[in-house]
């Protein structure tokens, strides 16, 4: 690609869309990758409750009420 190609004062600025599931899978994925740095893997239980939070089933704040929940049964 040249310069030219690439100058925003010729060329128009194309946006690619995004849908709410990509947003939503990009942010898990961000979020478990800098938890892997300090070798730190998501548990089944969390697997489960981002799929459902990504597909729409479940908000941010309900995962993290229930995550919140599990571990302090799993706690006891």
Do not use: H
Request: aromatic residues 8%.
């Amino acid at each position: 690609m040249s310069e030219r190609e690439l100058d925003s004062s010729i060329n128009e600025y194309n946006e690619i869309e995004v849908n709410e599931y990509q947003t939503k899978q990009s942010e898990w994925d961000m979020a478990i990758g800098l938890q892997e740095v300090d070798n730190l893997k998501p548990s089944p239980y969390l697997q489960k409750l981002l799929e459902e939070n990504v597909t729409g089933e479940m908000t941010v704040e309900e995962v993290i009420s229930n995550l919140k929940s599990y571990y302090i049964e799993k706690k006891e």
